[in-house]
């Protein structure tokens, strides 16, 4: 698995979730889950910080910025691609 499909995973299940938003923080966590679900860090919390970062430019995600919260991004998903 990848940093992408990771990312995209979680955001999917989110959804399906019937959740919308999340931090910055929270994509930033999923390489230490990563670590836990696989065994081995996929990328450090850069690493997935720079790849979300890529994937909104892409438009592989679309995502909304919401006001910080405690100096954290939150943020809305309105559509994930795979």
């Known amino acids: 698995m990848t940093v992408r499909e990771h990312i995209v995973e979680k955001l999917n299940k989110l959804l399906n979730a019937g959740l919308t938003t999340f931090k910055t923080s929270d994509i930033q966590e999923l390489a230490y889950i990563g670590r836990h679900d696989f065994g081995k860090f996929l990328g450090s919390t850069e ?17 909304r910025k919401l006001d910080r919260v405690n100096r ?11």
Do not use: L
């Open 72 to 82: 954290q991004q939150v943020w809305v998903i309105n559509k994930v691609r795979s």
């Open 47 to 63: 690493t997935y910080t720079r790849e979300f970062r890529r994937m909104r430019t892409d438009g592989i995600i679309k995502v």
